[in-house]
């Protein structure tokens, strides 16, 4: 197996030690057909519309569009806004990867754009879309992220709820598969998608599931949901969507944020991410199509302690799949960021595997 190691430290990591201290899920084609029908909501036509497009000044082209994602329960259609960029000179249909952002992003992310340029630059399409309750999606005024998920964690038992934190946008990356399938610009027996933290996140469990993706490199998201609530530091995921946090914490009569406050919240709001949807399982669901995995042994939002935990179950998966050539980790010696090294090496890493 390749695999980069950014300091010696990651060198000492027993791996078997941790594979052994992870649950037992469910056999893998159940999670994948049980997180499919979790999802699951009645599709609408597509109804794609484009909004401009334009020849950028280094030849490249730039298109804006929305499509159509569901029809949500006040009768309003949710749709998906999208950017496209194909590189100077295509022609015929190309690979294309999907690059997602975090929290707080939006497709104009500068980190999005820049690697969006890089994949330009490789002659590999580039799309962008807003997650849910995020960029475009915020209306002036309007829900926001933060103030969505609270929302949902209020919504009592039997009312129609939306999952804002993580699931709903992983829905749309479905959908916008749906909708990269109706074009013929696009290669997509060779689709890539790479995501950076909450982003990370969601690439691991729409790719996952989604095998019309061929390879994936979920960034800074790897990690164990139920390992950080074991084991104290659920700090920093608690702290990425704080007003949730605080709603429940005082609607369950605690004074502070607390590890039952983000476990009942969870299991509301994400159902199932501390268990058979929690990314030592999700990840095994990839053994067989190229995956990278970035990583910092520093992370405070995805704490190493449980992406080990994640890298030894996806280990396991890739050997018993004698698939261990296509499986890449990248762990370096930092926090929550993606180093220059990480960048490049992920920029290859499509490029050698969407043929």
């Known amino acids: 197996m390749r695999r980069f190691l950014g300091f010696s430290l990651v060198l000492l990591i027993p791996f078997f030690v941790q594979a052994q201290d992870a649950p037992k899920y469910a056999p893998a084609e159940q999670v994948r057909a049980s997180f499919k029908k979790l999802l699951d909501r009645p599709k609408v036509p597509l109804d794609a519309k484009v909004v401009s497009k334009k020849r950028h000044t280094d030849g490249s082209d730039h298109e804006f569009l929305t499509f159509a994602s569901e029809k949500k329960a006040d009768g309003s259609i949710e749709r998906v806004p999208t950017f496209i960029k194909h590189p100077a000179k295509a022609k015929g249909k190309l690979p294309a990867v999907i690059v997602l952002h975090?929290?707080?992003?939006?497709?104009?992310?500068?980190?999005?754009?820049?690697?969006?340029?890089?994949?330009?630059?490789?002659?590999?399409?580039?799309?962008?879309?807003?997650?849910?309750?995020?960029?475009?999606?915020?209306?002036?005024?309007?829900?926001?992220?933060?103030?969505?998920?609270?929302?949902?964690?209020?919504?009592?038992?039997?009312?129609?709820?939306?999952?804002?934190?993580?699931?709903?946008?992983?829905?749309?990356?479905?959908?916008?598969?749906?909708?990269?399938?109706?074009?013929?610009?696009?290669?997509?027996?060779?689709?890539?998608?790479?995501?950076?933290?909450?982003?990370?996140?969601?690439?691991?469990?729409?790719?996952?599931?989604?095998?019309?993706?061929?390879?994936?490199?979920?960034?800074?998201?790897?990690?164990?949901?139920?390992?950080?609530?074991?084991?104290?530091?659920?700090?920093?995921?608690?702290?990425?969507?704080?007003?949730?946090?605080?709603?429940?914490?005082?609607?369950?009569?605690?004074?502070?944020?607390?590890?039952?406050?983000?476990?009942?919240?969870?299991?509301?709001?994400?159902?199932?991410?501390t268990d058979d949807y929690d990314c030592p399982s999700m990840l095994r669901l990839f053994a067989g199509r190229p995956l990278m995995i970035v990583s910092g042994t520093k992370d405070g939002n995805c704490p190493y302690g449980g992406a080990k935990i994640a890298i030894a179950s996806v280990e396991k998966a890739y050997k018993d799949a004698g698939a261990a050539e296509r499986l890449s980790v990248l762990v370096e010696e930092v926090g929550h960021t993606v180093t220059a090294k990480q960048r490049t090496a992920a920029l290859d890493w499509f490029e050698k595997w969407l043929k």
């Open 102 to 273: 975090g929290t707080g992003g939006s497709i104009n992310n500068a980190g999005v754009m820049s690697f969006i340029n890089d994949l330009a630059s490789r002659n590999i399409i580039g799309i962008a879309i807003d997650a849910r309750y995020h960029g475009s999606r915020v209306e002036k005024g309007g829900t926001t992220y933060q103030q969505a998920i609270a929302k949902a964690w209020k919504a009592k038992p039997g009312e129609t709820m939306e999952h804002p934190f993580y699931y709903d946008t992983v829905y749309d990356l479905w959908r916008l598969v749906d909708y990269l399938e109706t074009r013929d610009d696009i290669d997509t027996k060779n689709l890539g998608m790479i995501g950076f933290s909450m982003g990370g996140i969601q690439t691991y469990l729409a790719a996952s599931v989604d095998q019309r993706i061929k390879v994936a490199v979920p960034a800074i998201g790897v990690q164990s949901f139920r390992w950080s609530l074991e084991n104290e530091q659920w700090q920093g995921r608690a702290n990425t969507i704080k007003l949730a946090h605080q709603e429940a914490a005082k609607d369950l009569g605690e004074k502070e944020i607390n590890q039952k406050v983000c476990r009942v919240l969870w299991n509301k709001i994400i159902p199932g991410i």
